[in-house]
């Protein structure tokens, strides 16, 4: 669970999406790995991470996860 | 009251509004007379005698010119009761009102009904007949196609009350050849019918504007042909043999004979008067810039004054989806007034309009069953309305009442009345400082460099703090606020308007023809100014403009050009007269630079297309001054009142009577200045000087005064 | 509420001055563009919106011009700022940016945005999106309908710099202008746009020399926190829960197949799921939609319903989450064609929204289905009577569904957006075509309660030598539903008929396509005539349920056949045209048991 860095060259001018909400990342990315799957993800920042658990619970397989889902991803600040 | 019964004349102008009709009345040493009678809205022409009854003007031959500002024609399309119109089309497109220009007014309101045209489908009749853009005719109209399209208005009219017919052909401003056979086809066949065409009422591009002026001007024609005559009857009865008229949407005075023929034009009448005394009153005191706010009960009009002259528009909308495409006075209407209604929105916000509680039940503290807060009681409320001198003291306000509609309102902001009725004055004054930003900044002007003429009963408590909150340079309020659109009819010019539709590139050798037309156009305009005056002595100047755009563009912006007399309202601008020689590349030359100022850049290399020309021909009214208080002799004492200025400080006021100010003097504020039909608010660190004209003008204070 | 506002009662009141004030100059930016706009689409059919954006380059106040770029407004300046890196920005710089891959909704949506600076501190941005008539690739009027990658849409411009410190960067300029098929127009809708940027930084300025750059970015702050709060409170009013609906892109231009859009709902307190993730694979066709495009169809229904009031920023975006993984219809993945995602799929998303989902918890704020169709037809050609080159991209009314309280309008610009007709004056004065009619369709609207709107149909002559049209719509092969009983719309048609003969057949039989409703560059010439029928919309409950003297007054009109009043509303017309009541009871008794 940290953010990271998009390393890309200037001349690279592919794109990449979030792996829960689907927006395109943009500069960096939060990154987890699923305590459900152990897959990790790529996401927009933690809401997204906490929107990934809190769909999972909501569709029964998965434990609650405190926190609210909801945000804005153009305020997240790294922490 | 002592008749004036001499034989010297005497100017009548009427306001006759929804409400109330006003009259005002200058006699030949400058003495006013004054009346405020309730209107008759169905027979209109009833009030407007009655206030002159009353007003101690003798009806007769001492009237020299008996002008009205009327809102019959806006009534008639708000309400609905117009004539049964039958409207003509190029067959295939007669579904034109029904299809309009297929957007919404609000973004998100999926629940909004579409205006309903002032024609039903059953009643539009396609006409087989085809013009195309550049005025070639595709598909002549035979003989026999106008008399099956007669011989259909006639079975479509058969029983109909006053019935009318609309025509508007496909690119009949290009080509009306169409458009007048079809008009004399019925004219000869059925006489009785009015019949209003589209290339004489709106000949511009876009049919469905020019379609639905069209109609609009048919749709009122009956009824105001009914009001002209009997105001002409009226008249004539009590020997007014003068110049007897009403007020036009593009500000100049018409005969009732010609207002009938072409009733579209006053639709905007009863506002035209009321900007028409704003320009005159910036006049006055000589000012080249100023914006004018006419705020009433439920509304406030909006107009611009630069160079000394009022603005013009092509474009106006009765309701959304119904515009009236006509030069009219550039007037912006917001539903904010001493009677809008504040509330509280559910994310907490305070909003104040465009809901009104209009005159019934009207404010709370009217007492006449209101029970919604509204500007008023705001104002009633931070003292500085007085509740026994409202209306000349003919109604006494309550405040409880004001304070009981507000308790709510302050509830839920978390507020103290007191702080409520502040912040109710504070979000309408906002509400007109967009107004005025919206119509000062669509022109690329600058508001700060603008003074304001602030009238209506509501304007002169709210100018000095609008200006304030924009910084605008002075405020000016006119003499008898409340009554100023009567005014404005006396003091009005006559006029004649007129376009044609010419469309040249101006880097084209096809632009040679341009100052040729235009100079036709003047002469044309000119004449049928000179008909419709009775002094050939009358001076008439005509100007004249070419509305131009970058080829491509969309729309237009008119460039004055000169003819005649030299435009004084022009000084500043290159004139350009029509016969020289290097007209087009001047004209070019300053469709640049008018381009610059309005949106910030030119582009120099591209190139010019005109679209139409158009004429004004203006006959100014015969000057008159006026003494509209009895002044100095007054006796009444000024008093000190409190009241709550800005930022919850309550401050003593002085109260002062309007007709106990002498020509020259300064209020200092805090200050309440009041008269019968208005009451002027001057904050601290204002001051208010009577001007010569005996306007107010109100600025920050210099250092003398009372 | 009280968190919304902790600077206090007295700061309300402000902030609503200040939120007007910001309306104000996008309104005014908006008017700037539109008296000086070369295309139609922006000075006619104001297909644009305009924005301001705090120092952060979130939405603060658009100017609601076209509901359907509220994702890109709240995302492209973004993509912007961080790629570019908010240090790299200088005083003067304009940046345009199109990339329907970086926060874009689709590529003919230009975004300009100029950074306004406060005694050399960054404070805020202004910006503008417009849709240009004609950016290049496969077909004139870019909106290739058979596209099957992004590269044949367009010129794609990432974040791209305009004007660096004030001067134009000819390079730039220069490729823009070579790769559009109608340079003039890009030139002069560019500078509108421009122009407009100008008008903003001025009154923007002004607010800054009131505020000062931190005082002016606080205040912005409470405007967002404003909005988010009155959507919470909005969707805390609605009932917890799982809703669902289905509905889908009939076909991509590329095969005979629907692609289907699956939406769930989740009402969780005050915060709100939209959930896409069963949806279809993304197509193969220009039927996709950019992330943006989803969230924008998803924040719109929900405004239509909930919230028209609020204020239009960053705000309304937090409480709400939209899930479209990428790959799917609704999240495009590079480099698949998305150009109609923003015309045909986000109307269908939003409708989907407001009269399948939420029309199960708030049926008296729902509607039926509308024509539901951009109905993009795009053409160009050399004009004969001037030897240029032109291109235009068109758009047709139709009817909208109906609602519990009304009909639906005829002749109305599909929901998601809010843009005008070309006049037919403009419209034969600028490109060689001669209507032959432009009328509603009559006896087309879905029946019900209420009504749907009439769609229209116009028939055009090709007046030039030659014409290359092509179109991108929806609604010809399933019809605009109708919900609580009503009945569905009529569909859409796209016919053509060669010079001299009258009969018309559709462009897919004529031209042996693969659509009906989507193809490219099919060459028309001097004589031949095209017949679009725009649909129409679907009823709103039980037709029998009718008023029959609305019956009897659409039919006087002609909105409604003689023969439909009686079928499906059941409703007798008498000789003289008059409502014959005893026998329409009778026939309705009838009908409500099935009997006819």
Known sequence: MAWNDLAKLWHDTTVDYCDVCGNLLIARFW?????????????????????????REIDGNAQAVPGGISGDQAEAKPR | MSRTGDATAW????????TFTDLVAVGPRGDVRLRKVPSTPFRPADATFAALELSGVEPGPGIDSFILGTTIATNVLIQRRGAPVVLLTTAGFEDVLYIQRIDRSGLYDLQWVKAEPYVPRNMVVGVAERVLSDGSVRKPLTAEEAGRVVERVRELTVGEEKPAVAVSLLFSYVNDSHEQALAEALTAALPDLPVSISSEVAPVWREYERTNTTVMDAYVKPIVSDFTSSLAQECTSRSMLGWNGLLRSNGGQVSLRDAAERP??????????????????????????????????TSADVGVITDGELQFSGLFEVEFGLPLALPILDVTTIGAGGGSVASVDSGGLLKVGP???????????????????????????????????????????DARRAERSIQPLARALGLDVADAAEAVVSVSIENMAGAIRLVTVDRGLDYREFDLVAYGGAGPLHGAEIALRMGMRRVVVPPNPGLVSAYGTLIASQRVDRRVTLVRRLDHIESEDIPVELARLANETAKELGVQLRRVDSEVGVTTFVACRYLGQNYEQEIRTEFGHVDRSFELAVAIPPDAADFVARLADRYHETHKAAYGYDMRDQPIQSIYLGATALSPSPKMSIRPYSGEGSTHSPSVRSVLASAGEWVDALVVRRDCLARGETINGPAVIEEADSTTWVPPGFSAEVHESQCLTIEPTKRQGR | MDGAASGGAVDRVGLTLLYKRLRNICDEMAFAMMRTAYSPIFSEGLDFSTLVLDRNGRLVATAGINPAMLGASLYAATWIIREV?????????????????????????????????????????????????????????SFAATATDVFQEGLRLPPTKLFDRGEPVRDVWRIMLTNHRTPDNTWGDIHAMLGSLRVGERRLADMLSERGVDGLNEAFEQIID????????????????????????????????????????????DELIFDYSRSDAQAVGPINAPYVVTLSASLNGLLYVLARDVPVNAGIVRPVRVVAPAGTITCVKLPGPCVGGQTEFQPRVMELVVGQILSQILPERASAASGNTSLNFLFGGVDPRNGEYYAHYHFEGMGWGGRAESDGNSAQIVPH???????????????????????????????????????????????????????????????????????EGSRTNLEVSPAGSGDYRTFQEAFGLVSPSKFTNIRLHRGDRVRITSPSGGGYGDPLERDPYAVARDVELGFVGRSSARAHYGVVIDAKGDLDEEATTELRGRLADGVE
């Not at chain 2, 100017?11 to 929804?18: Q, T």
């Not at chain 3, 609207?445 to 090709?462: S, T």
Request: with cysteine; charged share 25%; hydrophobic share 35%.
């Open chain 1, 31 to 55: 990154g987890f790995v699923s305590a459900a799957t152990g897959e990790s993800k790529r996401c927009c920042d933690e809401r997204c991470e906490r929107l990934y658990y809190r769909l």
């Open chain 2, 11 to 18: 100017r009548v102008g009427v306001d006759n509004g929804g």
């Open chain 2, 264 to 297: 579209v034009e006053i639709v905007l009448s009863g506002l035209a008067a009321g900007m028409i005394a704003g320009a005159h009153f910036a006049q006055a005191v000589k000012t080249d810039k100023a914006v004018t706010l006419d705020m009433g009960g």
């Open chain 2, 355 to 397: 809901e009104s509680a209009g005159a019934v039940p009207g404010p709370a503290c009217y007492g006449l069953g209101g029970r919604a807060p509204t500007v008023t009681d705001a104002n009633l409320l931070m003292g500085r309305l007085n509740p026994d001198y409202f209306l000349n003291g003919e109604m006494r306000l």
């Open chain 3, 85 to 141: 890196g908010q240090e790299n920005f200088s005083l003067g710089d304009v940046f345009v940016h199109n990339d329907p891959y970086r926060g874009g909704s689709h590529m003919p949506e230009h975004m300009l945005v100029t950074p306004v600076y406060h005694d050399g501190e960054l404070a805020a941005y202004v910006g503008n999106i417009a849709h240009l008539a004609e950016i290049g690739g496969m077909a004139p009027g």
């Open chain 3, 226 to 269: 404003y909005a988010e709060a009155y959507m919470r409170e909005e969707i805390r009013r609605l009932p917890d829960g799982i809703y669902t609906g289905e509905d889908c892109m009939e076909d991509d231009g590329i095969s005979d197949r629907p692609y289907w859009i699956r939406s769930r709902i989740i009402v969780d307190g």
């Open chain 3, 417 to 487: 957006a809010n843009c005008r007709n070309t006049p037919v004056e403009i419209f034969e004065t600028k490109w060689p075509w001669v209507h032959e009619n432009y009328r509603l369709n009559d006896d087309s609207a879905g029946a019900g309660r209420h009504r749907g709107g009439l769609g229209i149909e116009r028939i055009l002559e090709v007046a030039g030598d030659v014409i290359t049209v092509s179109a991108l719509c929806e609604r010809m092969k399933r019809s605009p539903w109708g919900i609580f009983g009503g009945s």
